[in-house]
């Protein structure tokens, strides 16, 4: 049947396609509606499988892989950040190996729209010598799990599927064929030299092992994935070899121009058969290489003839491929006298939109409440997830990755003894990387505050359900058992209580030795179960409003704006309601209720 | 059939429903859709686009001067993604005030914000009245308004006869303005 599916979800149909009846992810943008589709196809269709969100990448992975060693097929899902904690993992697997298809999903994100790094998944397969497979569109990434599945069972190695951010959140309609789902029963073959193979020679044995499967599979890859489009190649000037969403790309781009070129699609940038590769690569006059985002299929190749690409400064290097980049490259080379892709730029001047915490979101108030309390002098290390746009309050000094304001602090309390430290951390990344360095610093006294901004769901990558809220997992005590009795504050909605709050915080961090964790039981605006906005809407009295500024630039509620008297108002469409402007916030009480 | 769209607003506005509802269109239809829409960080509050494009495309974003119709659910992104329109493209807009500037394009503009805070459309609606609103104002849409309608019941036959309602108020609003 036809459906139109995000490339998520055209993944997650896949999977279950395939049989796969253990799944476990963690969230990540683009790659959190995997398995969120995942688990809505299990229980609308009532199917024997399993998926869960694991506490963090690294849990997923293992939970996953087990499954597959037991011969279950399987997978995992996560951000490109997420892989590389689940590297340790990922890098010893692929010397072990499994029964059952084990597809590890890594969703990339070219163009920085939502991740740290644009770090390229694929390099992570190359380097763990393991196979991936890159599509171009949601229709290919249905085709391309399908297959990584199998793959993966006929030569029992783990497959990464590296879908892009275009290829999640793309839309297409995808043809899924009926299936029956069949879930396997696991079974566990004690075979300690495989499964619980020790340095030296039982590992030796099987590095040999994996470097014998990449070969076969680097002929698999020409025999079945490449070997077929070459008789489509006409030969001559120019050849152009793309994989994932650039092979989309450079199809419009050729119809759009009428430019005649070859294109040569890699489903399986990694192992490539470069020895059968020679002959085709050096008889074109010039091959291109797109890809995304480094240039992996272009160092393995550059050397078999007159090969340009991101190596060679022709295409660019940095952010998403698009029709513009792609004519850009192919003007620059002499192919294309001019790029069809030139539109109208408005002249006048369009006010930036930073991202910003949503309206009504309690983060707000407690960044401006610890600004009120601990004042510029701070240093405040954040973390990753909604919080981290506690920037826009001047509360955010540092963002590295998943717990790292818990480690720099510790790092930073030894470094600057003389700085009050607050740091601010969600409870999903407290629970997915915060506790080890909470450890470190209560084992070796290290002095800062950890305000653990707890609204129980991965808000930002859109509401994913967190261990607190399927299994009672409690945070308070987590923390008291790392060796700190938290303080804790249930959110009330007001700038007072708030304040009031941190100001004990901070006598009570006055006198420690160690670290002070507080935390903050907050909701997500979005939350329909524990969102608390009491509808009282606000506007601002022109005749009391100084023009001061304080409001915007302390609390910065996205409602608010100038108008050309150099005043505050409260834009009523983006106004939720959640009141707690109307009081403790402006020194001249200008914000009044708007009774609606 | 071949058309290339961009909806662009900023997050909550509902433009992935828009997007759904579009593609659906198309599935309906026969047709081939590729597109794709922005989630996660970029929605807070920050800028949204998306992409449609349906008939027989491969990529998933729009190429710069290759859109026929621009349609923006706030004004100030209706203008930051004027490039994507073709020289022949028409735009589509929600308005706040008078001040939205001439352009080079074909222009229809409906006052949408000003309605869903005066109560006279749900604010949550806004992206289907603006849906509605553009199906009546741009000759060349590719879907008509019972094939919208039917799309609405496909994705969501729950809220239907509220996305109803409020895509026939949009049509409604641009024939008697």
């Known amino acids: ?596 | 059939m071949r058309y290339q769209m961009v909806i662009t607003g900023v997050g909550g506005q509902g433009i992935i429903f828009l997007v759904k509802l579009l593609s659906q269109c198309a599935l309906n239809r026969g047709l081939n859709f590729i597109g794709t829409e922005t989630h996660g960080m970029a929605q807070k509050g920050g800028t949204v686009i998306s992409y449609l494009k349906i008939g027989d495309f491969k990529a998933p974003l729009v190429g710069k001067g290759r859109a026929e119709l621009l349609l923006g659910l706030y004004p100030t992104e209706t203008l930051r993604f004027l490039y994507y329109l073709r020289p022949d493209g028409v735009i589509v807009t929600n308005v706040e005030g008078e001040d939205f500037p001439d352009l080079p394009f074909k222009t229809f503009k409906a006052p949408a914000s000003k309605l869903a805070v005066s109560g006279e459309i749900n604010p949550k609606s806004l992206n289907v009245f603006m849906l509605g609103y553009t199906m009546a104002v741009v000759e060349n849409f590719p879907f008509s308004k019972e094939e919208v309608e039917e799309a609405i019941h496909n994705i969501n036959p729950r809220l239907a006869p509220f996305n109803v309602e409020a895509l026939n108020k949009g049509y409604s609003f641009a024939l008697n303005t």
């Open chain 1, 1 to 596: 049947m036809k459906r139109t599916l995000l490339g998520n979800e055209a993944i997650a149909w896949a999977l279950l396609y395939s049989g796969v009846d253990v799944m476990s992810a963690y969230p990540g943008t683009p790659s959190s509606e995997i398995m969120e589709t995942y688990q809505k196809l299990v229980k609308q269709m009532g199917l024997p499988a399993y998926g869960q969100w694991a506490a963090n990448e690294k849990v997923a992975y293992e939970t996953a892989y087990a499954a597959a060693i037991t011969g279950k097929r399987a997978a995992c899902g996560m951000k490109m950040v997420g892989l590389n904690v689940a590297s340790d993992s990922l890098m010893s697997s692929a010397y072990i190996g499994n029964k059952g298809g084990f597809l590890i999903i890594s969703a990339d994100d070219p163009g920085f729209f939502s991740s740290q790094t644009e770090q390229d998944s694929r390099y992570f397969a190359k380097f763990a010598r393991i196979p991936a497979l890159d599509p171009s569109s949601p229709k290919d990434a249905f085709r391309l799990t399908v297959l990584g599945i199998s793959l993966s069972e006929k030569f029992e190695i783990p497959v990464l599927l590296r879908p892009v951010l275009r290829v999640c959140h793309g839309r297409e309609i995808v043809e899924v064929p009926d299936f029956d789902f069949k879930g396997r029963n696991g079974e566990f073959e004690r075979n300690v030299e495989r499964w619980a193979a020790v340095p030296r020679v039982p590992r030796l044995k099987q590095g040999y092992e994996l470097l014998n499967k990449l070969n076969q599979i680097a002929l698999w890859n020409y025999e079945n994935l490449l070997k077929p489009q070459l008789e489509n190649l006409k030969g001559g000037k120019l050849l152009i070899v793309a994989s994932g969403t650039p092979y989309s790309y450079v199809l419009e781009v050729l119809e759009d121009t009428g430019l005649k070129a070859d294109v040569l699609k890699v489903d399986m940038p990694t192992p490539l058969p470069i020895n059968l590769l020679k002959g085709l690569i050096s008889s074109y006059e010039e091959v291109i290489v797109f890809e995304e985002t480094y240039p992996l299929i272009e160092e393995q190749i550059r050397h078999l003839g007159n090969v340009r690409g991101k190596l060679t400064d022709d295409v660019y290097k940095v952010d998403e491929c698009t029709h513009e980049r792609v004519a850009e490259t192919l003007k620059k080379r002499g192919f294309l006298k001019e790029t069809p892709y030139v539109g109208y730029e408005y002249e006048g001047e369009i006010p930036p939109r930073i991202p910003s915490l949503c309206p009504g979101c309690p983060h707000r108030t407690v960044f401006y409440a610890i600004k009120r309390v601990f004042k510029k002098d701070a240093l405040y290390p954040s973390d990753i997830g909604c919080y981290t746009l506690g920037l826009n309050q001047g509360v955010v000094d540092t963002v590295l990755c998943m717990g790292a304001s818990a480690g720099l602090s510790c790092g930073f309390s030894k470094s600057l003894p003389n700085r009050t430290i607050v740091a601010t951390i969600g409870d999903s990344t407290f629970l997915h990387a915060g506790i080890p360095p909470l450890i470190d610093a209560v084992a070796n006294r290290h002095k800062f505050i950890l305000v653990i901004l707890d609204n129980g769901t991965v808000a930002m990558t859109g509401l994913q359900p967190t261990p607190e809220r399927v299994g009672n997992v409690n945070i308070p005590k987590i923390v008291e058992g790392c060796g700190v009795k938290p303080l804790i504050l249930e959110y009330d909605g007001t700038i007072k209580s708030t304040v009031d709050f941190f100001r004990k915080v901070k006598e009570v961090y006055e006198k420690a030795d160690g670290p002070v964790v507080a935390i903050v039981n907050e909701f997500c605006t979005f939350d329909k179960e524990r969102a608390k906005l009491p509808g009282k809407f606000a506007k601002v009295n022109q005749e009391k409003c100084t023009g001061c500024g304080h409001c915007i630039n302390d609390f910065g509620c996205p409602a608010f704006f100038w108008n050309e008297e150099g005043k505050v108002e409260v834009n009523p469409y983006f106004c939720v309601g959640c009141g707690v402007c109307l009081s403790d916030l402006c020194p001249f009480d200008a914000f009044e209720e708007d009774k609606r």
